[in-house]
């Protein structure tokens, strides 16, 4: 009976972790939409999640050694929540603008809800990171500041290529 029964757990967990493979090589989502329209995402890395995260808290508690070429290409691209066009910096003029970010504040907090890290079917070697975020920015004047965030890291080649960026007022 003990034979059996450990048999049937072996089997049991073994068909689990089959299904967990299989799923994790299934699409998740599609592109609607521009040049690259009816590509698909499939799961991505958590240690691409979590680059795309350190990079988040190293801007908020201003630490500017974070941006080098370990975790960086040369030139990185951002699109600023209020704006359309993309801008590009390479790492010096990244920790000049985040620099010129905190200049009016004291403090800024992060609370990060959740992290998705998804790979497009165009390009295997991105991964492109979605986290939604509440951010509390306390002003050197007194006054504090809340928004909602909605953020795209772009890694590639496992390292940050860009971000994009939206916002609402609380």
Same mark, same amino acid.
């Given at each position: 009976?003990?034979?059996? &029964?450990?048999?049937? %757990?072996?089997?049991?967990?073994? &068909?689990?972790?089959?299904?967990?493979?299989?799923?994790?090589?299934?699409?998740?989502? $599609?592109?609607?939409?521009?040049?690259?329209?009816?590509?698909?995402?499939? %799961?991505?890395?958590?240690?691409?999640?979590?680059?795309?995260?350190?990079?988040?808290?190293? *801007?908020?508690?201003?630490?500017?050694?974070? /941006?080098?070429?370990?975790?960086?290409?040369?030139?990185?691209? *951002? !699109?600023?929540?209020?704006?359309?066009? +993309?801008? $590009? *910096?390479?790492?010096? &003029?990244?920790?000049?603008?985040?620099?010129?970010?905190?200049?009016? !504040?004291?403090?800024? +907090? =992060?609370? /990060?809800?959740?992290?998705?890290?998804? /790979?497009?079917? #165009?390009? &295997?070697?991105?991964? /492109?990171?979605?986290?939604? *975020?509440?951010?509390? +920015? !306390? =002003?050197?004047?007194?006054? %504090?500041?809340?928004? =909602?965030? #909605?953020? =795209?890291? !772009?890694?590639?080649?496992?390292? %940050?290529?860009?971000? +994009?960026?939206?916002?609402?007022?609380?």
């Amino acid at each position: 009976m003990k034979k059996i &029964t450990l048999f049937l %757990i072996i089997t049991i967990l073994m &068909t689990g972790c089959q299904n967990n493979e299989t799923n994790l090589n299934k699409n998740v989502g $599609e592109i609607l939409s521009g040049d690259n329209k009816g590509s698909t995402y499939s %799961i991505g890395s958590m240690e691409h999640a979590q680059l795309a995260l350190d990079f988040s808290t190293a *801007f908020v508690n201003q630490d500017y050694d974070f /941006v080098n070429e370990k975790n960086y290409l040369e030139t990185v691209f *951002f !699109y600023p929540e209020k704006g359309l066009e +993309r801008l $590009e *910096f390479d790492l010096p &003029t990244l920790i000049e603008l985040a620099k010129s970010m905190h200049e009016p !504040y004291d403090s800024i +907090r =992060r609370n /990060v809800y959740d992290v998705i890290p998804v /790979v497009p079917s #165009y390009d &295997t070697d991105l991964t /492109v990171v979605m986290f939604p *975020f509440t951010e509390t +920015r !306390y =002003r050197k004047d007194g006054k %504090i500041e809340k928004y =909602r965030f #909605y953020e =795209r890291h !772009y890694i590639k080649g496992g390292k %940050i290529a860009g971000v +994009r960026k939206w916002s609402q007022e609380e």
